[in-house]
């Protein structure tokens, strides 16, 4: 504990985070900034070399990339490090070992190692101290290094050309999952703008992979590729690895992971025949090249191939808690995603639909949607949610991503970086958002349609839907399941809060009958990440 409240204080809040984005005319300050953090801890860059890392960086999907990528090499025999962000729970899950999050003991030894030797140094260095991410990633190099893993995996922070993870010289291989709108004010407010960022992670001479992406940005990863000297390739659909009908199974749910499992799949290959296994992986058919017409505007496609026994196995097992995930309690099902992009809202919408009918389908009696939803930072929540109306839901509730409305939450969840004012009032901005979207939508319900064509419902719905707003994800939770989740718990009496808003008492009765609670958990993986802690309390263990 004492290491984490000692991790937080590194925490930036809001008022310093306004001052870098002022900054930002200096960007490559900050790699040189990185450099000697590092330096100080006791390490050069070249010794990041030894940990023969994999880059992944992208808007939506890079997670699950380095998730897929993880459980195939670790298949292999392989002992891996892996680090990603944010965390759900726990600060340990942003450094794992073999696909498990290091261990108190380790995080307590590594982090007081890592932090006293800045503190020692920082008098000679006009007092400064790495802030929380750069802490971490220190950490997770210095980690990795000491616990002698045959590889890394790193996933970027935000964006890539000067994210502090892109310290790394020498990467093995590199990939960039796919791409969209998101952290402006840091990456430019177009997509070709970001695609740009994304493209300074590529080095001299290390084989990179992409997803197919729109033209333009595709464009600028080409010319990035092509400026750096570095081998780009797109990836194949998934489809192109599976022969004679062998599908390939995948342990994340949605029909956008397979191209994160087509990339995942290039990725291991190029490491692996880097490394001297299997160098020779048998073809499943050879890509048409592309004119030389294409060439100047997008990268070659790479070339499928029949997966080893240890890939598909890895592909099938792979977990990634929080994207698309499904968790039944008694009458409720959670559907947990943390999309937070248009692109990744309407991925976990098309999830949702397809997955929560089914589900529909098989349920005897009336069925209750709800949605729990909140957005950070400078994202466009009206945008987001007027993505979600169609998914039909009867009551939409929303809340900041505080798991607990008093201070015994846990520490690893404390954020500095904006009050509990003004994140109860972006819920309140984004329940007048709702209302309006929701009362202004018009859905012809036979337009809803399951794959295959068949209509959810004939009819027309034209109404608004009871929304609610509750100050942490435990006393929103304590009302969307009404005493009927006991991992939630309930007094049996409705609180104040919630008896003053109109629509609770019906809409708590409603839930009450229901036969089946489907309950879309999304906008933030903070806040899939409380409501993960109170459903597996084991998680905060």
């Not at 002022?22 to 040189?32: A, I, K």
């Not at 099902?333 to 929560?356: K, M, N, P």
């Not at 349920?363 to 998914?391: H, I, M, Q, W, Y």
């Amino acid at each position: 504990m004492d290491a984490i409240c000692t991790l937080n204080t590194l925490q930036t809040n809001a008022s310093f985070l306004e001052q870098v984005k002022r900054e930002r005319g200096q960007p490559q300050m900050q790699l040189e900034a990185m450099r000697l953090f590092l330096q100080r801890v006791g390490l050069k860059v070249e010794d990041l070399d030894q940990l023969n890392i994999i880059h992944v960086t992208g808007t939506k999907g890079k997670g699950s990339t380095c998730a897929f990528a993880e459980k195939i090499l670790r298949n292999y025999g392989l002992r891996t490090g892996f680090y990603s962000s944010p965390h759900l729970v726990q600060v340990r899950e942003r450094i794992r070992i073999n696909g498990q999050p290091i261990s108190k003991e380790l995080f307590t030894k590594y982090f007081w190692q890592v932090y006293n030797r800045l503190e020692k140094t920082k008098d000679a260095h006009y007092g400064t101290m790495p802030a929380y991410f750069r802490f971490l990633t220190l950490m997770a190099f210095h980690v990795f290094l000491q616990e002698k893993v045959d590889l890394a995996i790193i996933e970027v922070g935000i964006g890539g050309a000067y994210d502090c993870t892109n310290i790394i010289k020498t990467p093995w291989v590199c990939g960039v999952s796919s791409l969209g709108i998101d952290h402006t004010s840091i990456l430019g407010d177009t997509i070709e703008k970001i695609a740009w960022q994304k493209g300074g992670i590529f080095k001299l001479g290390v084989p990179a992979f992409t997803v197919k992406q729109p033209e333009g940005p595709m464009r600028v990863l080409a010319e990035r590729a092509q400026e750096i000297g570095c081998p780009l390739h797109v990836c194949p659909d998934l489809t192109q690895y599976e022969c004679e009908g062998h599908r390939l199974p995948l342990g994340l749910a949605g029909a956008h992971q397979r191209s994160n499992a087509s990339l995942a799949l290039q990725i291991c290959r190029s490491w692996l025949q880097h490394r001297g296994f299997y160098a020779d992986f048998p073809s499943i058919e050879k890509m048409e090249q592309p004119t030389q017409a294409l060439l100047n505007s997008r990268p070659a496609m790479a070339t499928a191939f029949l997966p080893s026994s240890a890939m598909a196995t890895g592909l099938r097992e792979t977990e990634w808690p929080g994207r698309t995930q499904t968790l039944k309690h008694g009458p409720i099902t959670y559907y947990l995603d943390g999309a937070h992009t248009t692109r990744s809202i309407q991925a976990c919408v098309d999830w949702f639909r397809e997955t929560a009918m089914l589900e529909e389908k098989t349920t005897v009696g009336s069925v209750v949607r709800v949605l729990l939803f909140n957005a950070t930072g400078e994202r466009d929540s009206p945008a987001l949610l007027k993505l979600l109306v169609p998914c039909q839901f009867d009551c939409a509730v929303f809340c900041p991503n505080i798991t607990e409305a008093v201070s015994s939450a846990s520490a690893d969840q404390h954020n500095y970086n904006v009050t509990v004012e003004n994140m109860l009032t972006r819920c309140l901005d984004n329940q007048k958002s709702w209302r309006w979207l929701s009362e202004k939508e018009v859905v012809p319900r036979a337009e809803l349609l399951l794959p295959g064509g068949l209509p959810l419902m004939t009819g027309t719905v034209h109404r608004g839907v009871e929304s609610l707003v509750f100050p942490c994800i435990h006393s929103a939770l304590r009302w969307i399941t009404q005493g009927r989740d006991p991992v939630i718990g309930y007094s049996g009496k409705p609180s104040t809060l919630a008896t003053m808003q109109p629509g609770a008492i019906a809409g708590a009765r409603t839930l009450q009958e229901a036969a089946n609670i489907q309950v879309l958990v999304t906008g933030s993986l903070h806040l899939v990440g409380g409501v993960l802690k109170l459903l597996d309390p084991v998680l905060s263990q």
